[in-house]
């Protein structure tokens, strides 16, 4: 089954600087990454998400790269502001999901310092 | 409109007792997801339907979780004869065919 790598598991920035948060996975018949944030007791939230048919997507200050020969994936936030600190989830799917859901890494929290 | 809800938002019962957990997913959504998460940790798959079928059940932890579907709409998992390992936030989550999941605010789980 696929397995999801994620690093690093904390990241701390200074407010207004970029953070670069990375993932690999194991199957290649991954095509679908969708990146979630997560604040304290809350449910996760998609923030973006890239298909295996583009190599990256923006939306503000969020983007999203895919690199499938190297089977990695990065977030990229820049700018950052205190709404900012979470933490951020990357996963990994066939198809989306279906009968094998979503494969998530463990998470980074990310903590942006005033 | 109206996102995923889940109810119970808490439930604390017994070791040995059997619990059941509720999801709404968003109205149209034919794909539903459960996934659970243990503390600090990511989330794990457990099982998804199309419509009212689970063409695979192997993420389920063990043969005491079993989750039905019934209308294409409200899910049930059930746990039964709670152990303390079962202790974790339960997700809830659904898409409008594949692809993008939308998730619930959870049940947290607490076996004594």
């Known amino acids: 089954g696929e397995n999801v790598e994620q690093h690093p598991s904390t990241l701390s920035v200074q407010e207004g600087d970029s953070a670069v948060i990375k993932c690999t996975y194991s199957d290649s018949a991954s095509n679908y990454f969708p990146w979630y944030k997560q604040e304290l007791g809350k449910r996760p939230q998609l923030i973006i998400d890239i298909r295996s048919n583009v190599g990256e997507k923006k939306d503000q200050r969020i983007a999203v790269t895919l690199n499938k020969t190297a089977k990695h994936f990065s977030l990229h936030i820049t700018e950052t502001q205190p709404e900012d600190s979470a933490v951020y989830f990357c996963a990994a799917s066939e198809s989306g999901g279906g009968a094998d859901g979503l494969t998530f890494g463990k998470g980074t929290h990310l903590i942006i310092q005033p | 409109g109206a996102g995923v809800s889940q109810s119970p938002s808490n439930k604390v019962t017994e070791k040995g007792k059997d619990v059941e957990l509720r999801c709404d997913p968003i109205?149209?959504?034919?794909?539903l997801y459960w996934y659970r998460q243990s503390l600090g940790q990511g989330l794990e798959f457990l099982i998804y339907f199309q419509g009212n079928s689970a063409p695979d059940k192997s993420g389920l932890p063990s043969d005491r979780f079993s989750a039905e579907r019934t209308g294409g709409s409200v899910s049930t998992l059930t746990i039964q004869r709670t152990q303390q390992e079962d202790s974790a936030v339960y997700l809830c989550?659904?898409?409008?065919?594949?692809?993008?999941?939308?998730f619930g605010p959870g049940t947290r789980l607490t076996v004594t």
């Open positions: 989550a659904s898409s409008p065919v594949s692809y993008e999941q939308y």
């Open positions: 109205s149209g959504h034919t794909a």
